[in-house]
């Protein structure tokens, strides 16, 4: 399967879906600017399932941090930056891609439901200094929620 899903596929793949919104989590539906892919519909289902399940993995992970009004900021930073390494695949990245979607075994539910293989994906994904931009998108919107708070009381601050 590797051969007929290549860096190739997996980049159009990625433009495709930017060119519909950006959004990961998009679904089945990106229409004809799928283009080539298109042709494959077990592949861009398998690719589908991965990006929504790696989406949902990183919503439940930061979800139980519990980092209150931070959280959505948090997720959507998390999903950027995602998306961005799906755009320029490192090559253990890609490797692990292809080999994920090739596991016959993942693929049986609307998500892929081994925590332990997205956890991994998302640890080859995301980077110390993505967890830094994370973190910091989040303590600013948190920052600018207290400050718009003490305003709206009318507590100086």
């Known amino acids: 399967m590797s051969q007929l899903f290549d860096e190739?596929?997996?980049?159009k793949a990625v433009e495709a879906e930017d060119k519909v919104g950006g959004n990961?989590?998009?679904g089945l539906d990106?229409?004809?600017?799928?283009?080539?892919?298109m042709g494959?519909?077990?592949l861009l289902g398998r690719f589908t399932t991965l990006r929504i399940s790696l989406n949902r993995e990183v919503r439940l992970l930061l979800n139980n941090w519990n980092l209150g009004t931070?959280?959505?900021i948090a997720v959507k930073t998390a999903r950027e930056r995602i998306l961005e390494k799906f755009r320029l695949p490192t090559p253990e990245v890609r490797e692990y891609i292809l080999?994920?979607?090739e596991n016959d075994e993942l693929y049986g539910e609307e998500f892929i439901s081994n925590r332990e293989i997205l956890r991994e994906l998302l640890g080859l994904l995301l980077k110390q200094e993505d967890w830094e931009t994370i973190a910091?998108?989040?303590a600013d919107s948190l920052k600018k929620e207290i400050i718009h708070q003490a305003v709206v009381e009318k507590i100086s601050a």
């Open 30 to 37: 990106w229409g004809s600017a799928f283009g080539s892919l």
């Open 136 to 138: 910091a998108v989040a």
């Open 40 to 42: 494959n519909l077990e």
């Open 24 to 26: 990961i989590g998009a």
């Open 99 to 101: 080999a994920t979607l």
């Open 70 to 72: 931070a959280t959505k």
């Open 8 to 11: 190739e596929c997996l980049r």
